[in-house]
Structure formats: structure tokens, C-alpha cells
């Protein structure tokens, strides 16, 4: 089974400046998709970013992008020029590429917080 | 109306009430899934509907029901649950499966 690990519950980032955010999985299989999801204080779930296993370069939207290194098994998220509206809860997801519809496996989430 | 809908966004009920969650999407997918979120633990899937067949439960207990009657609605069932169940069910829809998911605001659900 996939498992998705999240080492850290709560990061805190000045505004304007840069943090990482950690992700680990564990998975078999040689070809799926990775995804960052942001949930704040509304609980809405919003997609930030995906990637592809089979693509080696990795995704970037706008202030927001992913050191995905297969080998390793690691998906970080770097967000650049950290905002107040980048606080939320920050949860890495796991997607299998093909067999039937398995759903996301998700990690615990890391808390950001934005200081001013 | 856009995206992926829920109702009610809250719900108190008790232990011996029968109640339904709804969800709607607008976004022309073929996969539905309902997903259990509950404090300090991780998004938990439940059910997954393709083309309307049920394609996953995932092992979950059988006061949750799911229907798809088609594949822009999707619902929740609930009856006899227990104090535990309390979370936020969220539901969301992809084009296919294995897609990015798109998801509903959720429903706050308080069992007394």
C-alpha cells in the first residue's frame, strides 16, 4: 500500500520570504501523480500544484513549485514571496496512474503560518 | 453554478436519526468520491464512483451508505452512527480516475 509522510506539522515563514515544505512517499509502482493541496480555515480544498512521475522537470505555478526526486521518493513544495493568504493547512496526495479508482492517499498536513 | 457542491455544510444529529449528505459537480467528471476528514489524522477515502459503479469502499462501516444516481451527483447515507463519525465528509470529482481531484467545501457533521 502507498503511504504519504509529512514530517512537519507546523512551519513558520516570515511574509515575503521562502519556505520548503516536506514530502515522502512510499509506493511500488513506477509511474503515478503527486499533488500539493492547500485547505485554509474555509476547509475548502484547493489544488496548488501536480506532477508526473514520468516527467523529470519539475512543475512550477507561479510562486509555487516542487523538487520532485524520484529515486529518493521525495515531493517538497517551495513557496516563494510567502503572502498572508498562503496560511492553510498544506497536504501532499499520491495518485496512482493506471488501475482502478483508488482515491488519493494524503499525508497529515503541515500547518503554515505566515508572520507579518 | 460552478464546481463541486455540498449539502448541508453543517449537521448536527444523533445517534438514532437517518440523514443524507449531497453532493454536486458541475464539471462535466465521471468520478465521485467521498473522503472521511477527522482531527490529527489524515484525508480518509470511503467510497469511489465511476460512470456511476462503485469502484472502491473502503472498508467502511455500513451505517454510511453511497448512491450515485448519476454521475453528477453523488450521496451519503446515514443512519444509526456513533459519537466517533463526527468529521468533515468532504466530497470531490476528477475527469477520470487518477486525475487531480476537485473538491466540495464539505460537511461539518456532529453526531450527539
Known amino acids: 500500500a502507498q503511504t504519504v509522510t509529512q514530517s512537519q506539522p507546523e512551519m513558520s515563514v516570515q511574509e515575503a520570504e521562502t519556505v520548503t515544505l516536506s514530502c515522502t512517499y512510499d509506493?511500488?509502482?513506477?509511474?503515478?501523480?503527486l499533488f500539493w493541496y492547500k485547505q485554509p480555515p474555509s476547509r475548502q480544498m484547493i489544488l496548488v500544484i501536480r506532477?508526473?512521475?514520468?516527467?523529470?522537470q519539475n512543475a512550477t505555478e507561479n510562486r509555487f513549485s516542487v523538487n520532485f526526486q524520484k529515486a529518493a521518493k521525495s515531493f517538497s513544495l517551495k513557496i516563494s514571496d510567502s503572502q498572508l493568504g498562503d496560511a492553510a493547512m498544506y497536504f501532499c496526495?499520491?495518485?496512482?496512474?493506471?488501475?482502478?479508482?483508488?482515491?488519493?492517499?494524503f499525508g497529515k498536513g503541515t500547518h503554515l503560518i505566515i508572520q507579518p | 453554478e460552478t464546481g463541486v457542491t455540498q449539502t448541508p455544510r453543517h449537521l448536527v444529529m444523533g445517534m438514532t436519526n437517518k440523514k443524507s449528505l449531497k453532493c454536486e459537480q458541475h464539471?462535466?467528471?465521471?468520478?465521485m468520491y467521498w473522503y472521511k476528514q477527522s482531527a490529527k489524522k489524515p484525508l480518509e477515502l470511503m467510497f469511489v464512483y465511476n460512470f456511476k459503479e462503485q469502484t472502491e469502499n473502503n472498508s467502511v462501516p455500513s451505517r454510511f451508505s453511497p448512491e450515485c444516481p448519476n454521475s453528477s451527483h453523488l450521496f451519503l447515507h446515514l443512519h444509526t452512527l456513533q459519537p466517533e463519525d463526527s468529521a468533515l465528509y468532504l466530497c470531490?470529482?476528477?475527469?477520470?480516475?487518477?486525475?487531480?481531484?476537485?473538491f466540495g467545501p464539505g460537511t461539518r457533521l456532529t453526531v450527539l
Open positions: 509506493t511500488s509502482e513506477s509511474d503515478y501523480y
Open positions: 470531490a470529482s476528477s475527469p477520470e480516475p487518477h486525475n487531480e481531484q476537485f
Open positions: 464539471l462535466g467528471h465521471n468520478a
Open positions: 496526495a499520491y495518485s496512482r496512474l493506471k488501475g482502478g479508482a483508488d482515491g488519493l492517499t
Open positions: 506532477q508526473e512521475a514520468y516527467k523529470q
